[in-house]
Antibody
Framework: EVHLVESGGGLVLPGGSLRLSCAAS????????MSWVRQAPGRGLEWVAN????????NYVDSVKGRFTISRDNTKNSLYLQMNNLRAEDTAVYYC???????WGQGTLVTVSS | SYELTQPPSVSVSPGQTARITCSGD??????PYWYQQKSGQAPVLVIY???KRPSGIPERFSASSSGTMATLTVSGAQVEDEADYYC???????????FGGGTKLTVL
């Protein structure tokens, strides 16, 4: 059975940083593109970033370019999202996902507020 | 940037057919995926590879495409189908991934 478990969310001040982690199991993690998707309170789903199987290609939504960095460690079956210079509009539940396969974690809440 | 456009809401009575549309310039080349999300829950994939259903998804869910518009059809909608529905696809290059804005399906 596939499991994706996010961690690392919390309350952070504007301008602060946070690192999200996602532990994957139940599938061959190193064979798949992986993504982070977020959902602001009361809003729709927004794709944030994705990363190729070997980490050689990374893509981001325009609103996080230069501030967020996606990475992975295939030896640990783990996905990461380093978030710097956080803004109030980054407040959301962040999901680790293999979107085209329908694999999602339960999400971790990031709140950016003073 | 690339956008997928969905109507904000669709409403039907139980047993009727609900149709949710998704428009995007690259849809003729990039099959959309469809997600269902109920309140407080993670999204659930209901359609992939244009019109395939994952195991456990009822046959009443189907999808079709014509040109730049894709449609999710719920035939004989049930009260339990009330949820937000999102289409998902990519731009022509495959590097920019995007969700539609979501459609709230009301069945009552």
């Amino acid at each position: 059975e596939v499991h994706l478990v996010e961690s690392g969310g919390g309350l952070v001040l504007p301008g602060g940083s946070l690192r999200l982690s996602c532990a994957a199991s139940g599938f061959t993690f190193s064979s798949h593109w992986m993504s982070w998707v977020r959902q602001a309170p009361g809003r729709g789903l927004e794709w944030v970033a994705n990363i190729k199987q070997d980490g050689s290609e990374k893509n981001y939504v325009d609103s996080v370019k230069g501030r967020f960095t996606i990475s992975r460690d295939n030896t640990k079956n783990s996905l990461y999202l380093q978030m710097n210079n956080l803004r109030a509009e980054d407040t959301a539940v962040y999901y680790c996902a293999k979107v085209i396969a329908g694999y999602w974690g339960q999400g971790t809440l990031v709140t950016v507020s003073s | 940037s690339y956008e997928l456009t969905q109507p904000p809401s669709v409403s039907v009575s139980p047993g009727q057919t609900a149709r949710i549309t998704c428009s995007g310039d690259a849809l003729p080349k990039k099959y959309p995926y469809w997600y269902q999300q109920k309140s407080g829950q993670a999204p659930v994939l209901v359609i992939y590879d244009d019109n395939k259903r994952p195991s456990g998804i009822p046959e009443r869910f189907s999808a079709s495409s014509s040109g730049t518009m894709a449609t999710l059809t719920v035939s004989g909608a049930q009260v339990e189908d009330e949820a937000d529905y999102y289409c998902f696809s990519t731009d022509y290059s495959g590097t920019l991934w995007v969700f539609g804005g979501g459609t709230k399906l009301t069945v009552l």
